[in-house]
């Protein structure tokens, strides 16, 4: 938690949850989604919350943790259009009466997940999975404020998916970065061939260029603090191991296996790791398909 005067932020983040995958991945664990942060951006009176989670349960702990703290909820901010990142907002802006608020390009992804939710998201999470109308609306030149606090919707491109954003706040040397920035989780790659690592470099460079002291990544280990330095210097080696482990191996096992030696300390998100390189390695060009193969396969 940080604090600026009247303005500061808290971390609420939900554990990884069982997948409906059957087997085990490679190393032997069961496929588990990574654990999702949700922010909450707040003033005297009242928030923001940035990145709502997944499921109805996850949803229901984060707005019992929102009106916990009393303030008055008056927006939910997406970072882009990946189901985990927003399925729930559409039941949180109705508990709170807040306004739900993201780019265009993200809101293009959110549609593309709604379409998408038959064939993946239900698969993998039946019966857990909110109503997701897509409800969220843009913000005059990507800002919003807070309490008379500068809220900016920054466009990063390409990151671990299209259209993706991130939400600068500079009173506080804030951004929530959604999955631009990993921190101490393994980073999802199975949308990331043809250039797509390469354009998320470009993303990173453009959070640095905000000079941030703290990123809140939206895949984290709970028991890490959000040093902006830290994280985005993690999140650049990772790419650049991934570069160099996908030159020497020809399998996703042993790509898999490669990306887990060179990255103990990364407890959490290995199935994120295995359904990423299982898209990876199939590599058909058509790279929506091999993203949905990548996450069902065994």
Do not use: C
């Amino acid at each position: 938690m940080s604090t600026h005067a009247t303005l500061g932020y808290d971390v609420f983040v939900s554990d990884s949850t069982p997948m409906n995958v059957p087997g085990h991945i490679p190393n032997g664990e069961r496929h588990m989604f990574s654990p999702l942060a949700s922010t909450l951006i707040y003033g005297e009176n009242d928030a923001v919350l940035a990145e709502a989670p997944l499921t109805t349960e996850q949803g229901q702990a984060v707005g019992d943790w929102v009106e916990a703290t009393g303030k008055n909820l008056t927006h939910i901010f997406a970072t882009h259009g990946h189901g985990d990142h927003w399925f729930t907002a559409p039941t949180l802006a109705e508990r709170f009466g807040a306004q739900i608020v993201a780019s265009a390009g993200t809101i293009e992804q959110m549609h593309a997940n709604v379409s998408a939710r038959p064939a993946l998201w239900d698969r993998l999470w039946p019966g857990q999975i909110p109503p997701t109308p897509v409800t969220a609306v843009t913000v005059p030149g990507n800002h919003f404020t807070l309490e008379g606090h500068d809220l900016n919707i920054i466009e990063t491109g390409h990151t671990d998916t299209d259209n993706s954003t991130v939400l600068h706040e500079p009173d506080l040397d804030l951004v929530v970065a959604g999955d631009a920035i990993y921190n101490g989780v393994h980073q999802y790659l199975g949308e990331s061939a043809d250039g797509g690592r390469d354009a998320w470099r470009r993303a990173i460079d453009t959070i640095e260029s905000l000079r941030p002291r703290w990123v809140v990544a939206s895949h984290k280990d709970k028991n890490l603090d959000d040093d902006a330095t830290r994280v985005i210097l993690q999140t650049r080696q990772y790419l650049n191991d991934a570069d160099d482990e996908l030159t020497k191996n020809s399998t996703p096992v042993d790509f898999f296996n490669a990306m887990l030696e060179r990255h103990p300390e990364r407890r959490l998100g290995a199935t994120v790791l295995w359904s990423g390189a299982s898209a990876l390695y199939r590599h058909t060009g058509d790279a929506s398909q091999d993203s949905l193969e990548g996450w069902l396969q065994p």
